[in-house]
């Protein structure tokens, strides 16, 4: 049962990738990015998807190697600042854009696996993020009605996981990703170390396997660092 | 003389307690970290999933999983913990993160606030901005008090797009500390070379003088 779920790379973990489909993508800024799937997303060829992922990644890295070959219609994010490509393509009409406050992004992934339609949230009372949606009172303050987002395809990367799928991230590369798991259709992870079940200690497991339905080991992972700052002693 | 950035990270600082789970935004903010004193137990918080953030590491020590919430590689002190951005939101959302600081383009009378887009340039995006202003216990705002013109940008209505409605209570800004109350701006304390009235005269907004109002010691 466990050994079904595992795949040689992410060329055959996208089986079915197709254009038109909404696809969720783990990482914060280039930390925790599902390197391998994205890379295989491109070369898949497919084209006017909709990719919901807290940041745009870079110019030429991350979810802006997917920009750079226009296959990304519409973007669903918190903040883009960091790609002149994106800014390019946003200013001429070619990619629709729609940002989310990054923490009721973070809550929409979670209602949405987790099969809550939608949430009210006092996050953006009264700015234009709140412009078409419900609002509501509750003990005296106001709340606006966010929905649950899903995904036909979900991409997150992990630090080990094991041939059930079960996954442990490493430090502040968890980001998105454990909520992104539990959001997409088919959940693909690529992981740095590939183990056998049995060999993950149970109380450390982050997502349970459950929520990933094909897994695979990364290959030549960049790690990209996008601001490297240091300290002297 | 108006206040330098470091100055108005190092007032910001004297409001962090002993004890305090602390959010620093980008720019002036991200200084408050330098003048919190050693004596004074305060968590940073990173919205990006990290409580206990430590200074940036040494060359030997960077770490490509380890970053903080404006993806500069940092460090974890002793004590820390990681988690889910959900996780992290809750925390902020949820009134369990005692202070956070920002900076602002404009904050208005009633403490709303207008600190992520500007109509007809490119919009970036809000971040965690919006629910860090409308989740934290206190928000402290570290701004400039007037543009390049001259012109208020503590105002009497937010002219530009808002990211939280009625939240900010405090402002360190390069001319003194004002607070907002249901009526308007207080001016606490001014910049040790201006006086009240200059400080008073550069703000469109509705602004009183405290009666204990003071100079502030730098």
């Known amino acids: 049962m466990a050994s079904n779920k595992v795949y040689a790379n992410a060329k055959e973990a996208l089986a079915g990738v197709d254009s038109n489909m909404t696809y969720l993508v783990g990482g914060f ?82 209602a949405g696996g987790a ?28 709340f606006i009605l966010e929905k649950g987002i899903t995904g036909d395809f979900a991409f997150v990367k992990a630090w080990k996981g094991d041939k059930f799928g079960n996954l442990i991230y490493r430090k502040t590369a968890r980001n998105f990703n454990p909520m992104i798991a539990t959001a997409g259709k088919i959940t693909v992870a690529e992981v740095e170390e590939l183990v056998e079940v049995g060999e993950l200690d149970p109380d450390q497991v982050h997502t349970p396997g459950v929520y990933i339905q094909r897994i695979f080991k990364s290959t030549n992972l960049e790690k990209r660092i996008e601001q490297r700052t240091v300290s002297k002693k | 003389m108006p206040l330098t950035r470091e100055q108005i990270a190092k007032r910001i600082s004297d409001e962090v307690q002993d004890g305090y789970t602390v959010n620093l935004g980008i720019g002036i903010p991200t200084l408050v970290a330098n003048y919190i004193p050693s004596n ?23 770490d490509a999983d380890l970053i903080n919430a404006g993806k500069q590689t940092i460090t974890a002190l002793p004590g820390a913990s990681f988690f889910s951005s959900a996780d992290s939101f809750a925390m902020i959302r949820g009134g369990h993160i005692d ?22 340039k490119m919009i970036k995006g809000m971040g965690g901005a919006m629910d860090l202003v409308a989740g934290a216990r206190n928000v402290i705002v570290a701004m400039q008090h007037t543009d390049k013109e001259g012109n208020s940008k503590l105002r009497k209505k937010c002219t530009l797009p808002l990211t939280g409605v009625k939240c900010i209570k405090k402002i360190v800004s390069d001319f003194g500390v004002i607070e907002v109350t249901d009526d308007g701006f207080v001016l606490k304390e001014y910049a040790p070379d201006m006086t009240a009235e200059q400080v008073v005269k550069a703000t469109e907004g509705k602004i009183k003088i405290s009666p204990d109002c003071k100079a502030m010691s730098v």
């Open chain 2, 99 to 120: 202070l956070t600081v920002l900076g602002a383009m404009e904050v208005d009378e009633e403490g709303s606030i207008a600190n992520w887009m500007v109509p007809g």
């Open chain 2, 40 to 62: 004074k137990t305060v968590m940073l918080q990173s919205e990006n999933g990290l409580l206990g953030m430590g200074p940036f590491p040494t060359e030997d020590k960077i």
């Open chain 1, 29 to 110: 800024g280039l930390c925790g990015i599902p390197e391998n799937c994205i890379t295989a997303l491109r070369d898949s060829g497919v084209k006017n998807i909709t990719c919901v992922s807290n940041n745009a990644g870079v110019d030429d890295f991350g979810l802006g190697l997917l920009l750079q070959t226009r296959q990304i219609k519409k973007m669903l994010s918190s903040y883009v600042g960091e790609n002149a490509t994106f800014e390019k393509q946003f200013m001429s009409g070619e990619l629709e854009l729609e940002f989310c406050p990054q923490g009721t992004l973070a809550e929409r992934l979670r």
């Open chain 1, 115 to 142: 099969g809550i339609p939608a949430f009210y949230t006092p996050t953006g009372v009264g700015t234009k993020i709140a412009e078409g949606k419900e609002v509501r009172e509750f003990n005296g303050r106001q």
